[in-house]
C-alpha cells in the first residue's frame, strides 16, 4: 500500500471498524527537542491514523496527551509557536508563573532547581487542556520516576496535570513532584522512550527518540549547563539502548535535533525546520509496515 494510498484512504482512524492495523505511539523526552513531535501529530492526522494509545515521558508526555486530548497537529503547532517560539509571549507566561510574593521568595530564598513545574505548565497549556486521565480520547500511559523508590512509575488515571507535571520535572530545573505521597522527576531519566509500555496494545509501535547528544566542537570547553544536559541524553541514550536490543517497536525514528539544546524553546520554530526530514521517514516506514501486514494477512 502505498503513501498516498495511506492519505486518500482517510478510514484508518483506530483500525477497529476496517480491520486494518491498530497504531500506537510513544513520544520520548528531550526538552524544546520535543517540538519535533510535532511532525509525527501532523503525519498521523494526514494519513487518517488515529492510535489506540499513547505512552510519553517529559516533553513527550505533554505532546502526547495533547494529541490524546484531541488537538490535531496543527493546533499543537500554532500553539506551541505561539507560546514558546516569540520571546515576549513566553516572558509573559513566565511572569504569571511566578511565585506569588516576593515574601515567598525572600522566605524560602532562591535555590537552583526551585522553579515549580506545576505553575509553569498552567501558564503554558491550553485553557482547555484536560485535566483527568479519563477525559483523554486515547488511553494515555504518562511515565515518571519515583525519585525514593529509585524506578519509573507509570500513571494512566486521576490527576491527569499532576502526572504529566511529574513526567516533564527536569532535575536541577524544577522541583521533584508530589504524586499521591511520592516524589516523582522527570520520566525521561528512567524510560526515554516508553516503548516498552505499549507491547500488546497495538498492531504497530512507533517510537520517537528525541533525546539527541551533546554537540559542538571537539575543542570547544563545554559549559556547565551543557555538561549537566549533556551527561543525562548520555545516559539516556544508553537506556535507550539497552532497550532496543531487549526488543524494538515496529518502527523507530530519531528526528535530527542534536544541535539543539533542551531549553531552546526559542527556536521552536528551527527544530520543526531541521526535523522536517522525519516526515518523509515516518511515511516510508508505515507504508512499509503496512504493506507487510496486509502481505502477512495481519
Known amino acids: 500500500m502505498r503513501n498516498d494510498a495511506l492519505a486518500d484512504s482517510g478510514h484508518f482512524l483506530d483500525g477497529k471498524s476496517t480491520g486494518d492495523p491498530t497504531v500506537a505511539v510513544a513520544f520520548g523526552g528531550g526538552g524544546a527537542r520535543g517540538v519535533a513531535h510535532i511532525h509525527i501529530i501532523e503525519v498521523l492526522d494526514e494519513l487518517g491514523i488515529r492510535p489506540v494509545a499513547i505512552s510519553g515521558a517529559s516533553i513527550g508526555a505533554i505532546m502526547g496527551t495533547a494529541m490524546a486530548a484531541g488537538m490535531s497537529g496543527r493546533e499543537v503547532r500554532a500553539h506551541a509557536l505561539h507560546a514558546l517560539g516569540r520571546r515576549s509571549e513566553f516572558v509573559s507566561r513566565i511572569w504569571k508563573a511566578r511565585p506569588y510574593s516576593m515574601g515567598d521568595v525572600m522566605t524560602k530564598g532562591f535555590r537552583f532547581g526551585q522553579f515549580n513545574i506545576e505553575r509553569i505548565l498552567r501558564a503554558?497549556?491550553?485553557?482547555?487542556?484536560?485535566?483527568?486521565?479519563?477525559?483523554?480520547?486515547?488511553?494515555?500511559?504518562?511515565?515518571?520516576?519515583?525519585?525514593?523508590?529509585?524506578?519509573?512509575?507509570?500513571?494512566?488515571?486521576?490527576?491527569?496535570?499532576?502526572?504529566?507535571?511529574?513526567?516533564?520535572?527536569?532535575?536541577?530545573?524544577?522541583?521533584?513532584?508530589?504524586?499521591?505521597?511520592?516524589?516523582?522527576?522527570?520520566?525521561?531519566?528512567?524510560?526515554?522512550?516508553?516503548?516498552?509500555?505499549?507491547?500488546?496494545?497495538?498492531?504497530?509501535?512507533?517510537?520517537?527518540?528525541?533525546?539527541?547528544?551533546?554537540?559542538?566542537?571537539?575543542?570547544?570547553?563545554?559549559?556547565?549547563?551543557?555538561?549537566?544536559?549533556?551527561?543525562?541524553?548520555?545516559?539516556?541514550?544508553?537506556?535507550i539502548s539497552m532497550k532496543l536490543k531487549s526488543g524494538r517497536p515496529d518502527i523507530f525514528l530519531r528526528p535530527d535535533v542534536s544541535r539543539f539544546r533542551v531549553l531552546d524553546f526559542f527556536k521552536s520554530d528551527e527544530i520543526l525546520e531541521a526535523s522536517t526530514s522525519v516526515r518523509d521517514e515516518l511515511k516510508h516506514a508505515l507504508d512499509a509496515v503496512f504493506t507487510f501486514y496486509i502481505k502477512d494477512g495481519g
Do not use: K
Open 124 to 239: 503554558f497549556l491550553p485553557q482547555n487542556f484536560p485535566t483527568t486521565f479519563e477525559q483523554l480520547q486515547i488511553p494515555t500511559q504518562v511515565v515518571v520516576t519515583d525519585f525514593y523508590a529509585q524506578q519509573e512509575a507509570v500513571r494512566t488515571s486521576g490527576d491527569l496535570f499532576n502526572a504529566v507535571s511529574a513526567s516533564a520535572a527536569i532535575p536541577a530545573l524544577f522541583r521533584p513532584v508530589l504524586c499521591d505521597g511520592r516524589y516523582m522527576i522527570d520520566g525521561g531519566i528512567s524510560n526515554p522512550v516508553p516503548f516498552d509500555h505499549l507491547t500488546g496494545l497495538a498492531d504497530i509501535v512507533i517510537g520517537i527518540d528525541v533525546v539527541g547528544g551533546p554537540s559542538g566542537d571537539d575543542g570547544e570547553l563545554p559549559s556547565t549547563m551543557d555538561l549537566m544536559f549533556g551527561a543525562s541524553q548520555l545516559m539516556m541514550q544508553s537506556i
